[in-house]
């Protein structure tokens, strides 16, 4: 099975091919990718390295951590599984019609319509209901 090993702490001006001669040392590699800015078409400072294995890849972050390339040392570790775009529960309910089911987070699993959309945060719920009774006797006597 392969890994997927982080590469982190590139130089702005490293290419591909730069990077998979500096990781020749390490044996043979399935792939070398560096992450570029759309704009620029510079580096973005990191990139990825695909071990045949996980012995292969446990060798490579002990050799490469913090060696030094292009005058940086690299940052090399295992990558964190990637996150498939938008994901979706089997649990959460589809999103009503002309609702927006976003959040900053991005994990809402809740859709929102008028009657939901501004729910309090149930730690406050309590303290939050006796402000909205004190405030509405105090509307309704003045």
């Known amino acids: 099975m392969s890994i ?12 591909r091919d730069e990077l998979q001669n500096f990781f020749q040392d390490a ?6 990718k560096v992450i570029t800015d759309r704009k620029t078409g510079k580096c973005r400072g990191f990139g990825f390295v695909t071990a045949k294995n996980d012995e292969q890849a ?3 972050v002990e050799a490469f951590n913090g060696k030094e390339f292009k005058d940086t040392a690299l940052k090399v570790e295992k990558a964190m599984p990637r996150k498939k775009g938008k994901e979706k529960s089997d649990s959460a309910p589809a999103p009503k019609s002309g609702s927006s089911n976003r959040s900053r987070s991005g994990s809402s699993t809740r859709s929102s319509s008028s009657s939901d959309s501004a729910q309090p945060d149930p730690r406050w719920a309590d303290e939050l ?14």
Do not use: C, F, H
């Open 4 to 15: 997927r090993l982080y590469v982190g702490n590139l130089p702005k001006d490293v290419e």
């Open 27 to 32: 044996g043979e590699l399935l792939s070398v």
């Open 58 to 60: 446990d060798q490579i």
């Open 129 to 142: 209901s006796k402000l909205k009774q004190m405030l509405a006797s105090q509307t309704t006597n003045s």
